[in-house]
């Protein structure tokens, strides 16, 4: 049973018309030449020299726009994240609302999809409403639910599809992500129900007799180090399965946090066949190995595991030629004890909203894989396209969604968790200088990042505090 309190001082003023104009100066969309980009009302008003223009007759009459300098800048479409754990409610010693999504804006992510692993699961419209809700107050980034498929992530009878599709939060994306919705009769039937809403199945491809007691990648280095191994048929198996499935019912899967090069090729026979299949890699996935295991840090404990350095040349060749349609962080913060600890106590998971584009840059840009072009394209245009947002993941160009991030692409920091927004501390880069630097977020048109700080939310929340509205 959950219960819905509403806030002493809930906000609700609607931001987009009242947000002050901004004139970007000297920013490169997409890596292209600089040019000047005016943000009005929540959306893309002018580019190039109509830009500056038209913030000058602004100004004139009474309505300055802010300035920002961002020469040497990229300027990218706000990422859109798929696959976020916020655990609100239930686990607000992890992660609330609020810190994720500010977290998720540190990041360039102006929409993020909440998964309903949280306490109690979000598996009715009761709960999906209260995430959207908490969203909305935030004003950080838009929070998009995304409801169980199962009552209670259980796996043994189907939650609420309709009364969450048909709920203010319009839930159009379902998953049971942490657990693998292994009945197949289940699946076929979640898949069936899905179409009546145009809606997907996100399935955490994970066969669970097969990984019982599994700690970490089955492989050359499980063996050496006496670990209970987690094979990639587990996944594959799953997947192959699942495609399968789709196709016999003419519905739409998603495949989370693909990790295996194996997946891939199952993946990339289904499209051949036409099979209605989109799949997500996340950045860890495309940068770390099992090599890290062998420290026994249990910052490196995630669900899929870490895999080989075949995997992972694998999964960036994949998204880089569309097998793989985008990236997904997998954000999973936890508190300090459920991470500092023994390896086989750990909680699996890591964080990842605030190091997400430096990972990106570091694996696929830096490496000559994809071009800034190609990356909106994972990041932000591809994600929004499969939940169906018509406004949001779309081009820079006058009259679309203000919803863009500024990255300084030069600037190499070192990773350090302490000074995250996230809760979570859990970062596997902690230490490790990656490039490319979120130098300010814009959502509708509203500055929610600058200078690579929070700035304040659509409701007028700061990173302390709440600013009575
Ligand atoms: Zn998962």
Redesign the pocket.
Known sequence: MSTISQPPHAASRSADDATTPVLIRGARPYGDAPTDLLLRAGRIAALGEQAAATATHLAEDGTPALTVEAAGQIALPGLVDL?THLREPGREDAETVETGSRAAALGGFTAVHAMANSTPAADSAGVVEQVHRLGREAGWTRVQPVGAVTVGLAGERLAELGAMAESSAAVRMFSD??QCVHDPVLMRRALEYVKAVDGFVAQ?AQEPRLTAGAQMHEGAVSAELGMPGWPAVAEESIIARDVLLAEHVGSRLHV??VSTRGSVEIIRWAKSRGVDVTAEVTPHHLLLTDEQVRSFDPVYKV??PLRTAEDVEALRAALADGTIDVVGT?HAPHPEQAKECEWVDAAMGMTGLETALPVLIATMIETGLMDWRRLAEVTSERPAQIHRHAHLGRPIAVGETADLVLVDPAERRTVRPGEHATKGRNSPYAGRELPGRVRATFLAGHPVVLDGAPATSRTGRTADRTVAP
Request: proline share 11%; with cysteine; charged share 20%.
């Open positions: 696959h992500d942490g955490h989370c946090h669900n899929p997998d």
